[in-house]
């Protein structure tokens, strides 16, 4: 996902919803924290489609 674990209970609109698909997901899981930017992202701004800097979002990977 490109969101944090902490912000899944405003995609989901309920923290108790976010929290027990989370619990199922992760157990069993290890989670990545990558952190930078997305090869599109740096295609993007190397293009002059979007300012540098001006969006940086932690990217996470869960693999089960």
Known sequence: SNRAVS???EVFG???VATAILD???H???VIT???DSYRLR???KAGLIK???IHHDEQV???
């Open 28 to 30: 069993h899981s290890h």
């Open 14 to 16: 309920d923290a108790v």
């Open 43 to 45: 295609a993007k701004r």
């Open 52 to 54: 540098p800097d001006s």
């Open 7 to 9: 912000e899944w209970g």
């Open 34 to 36: 990558i952190r930078g």
């Open 24 to 26: 199922r997901l992760l």
């Open 62 to 64: 869960v693999r089960g």
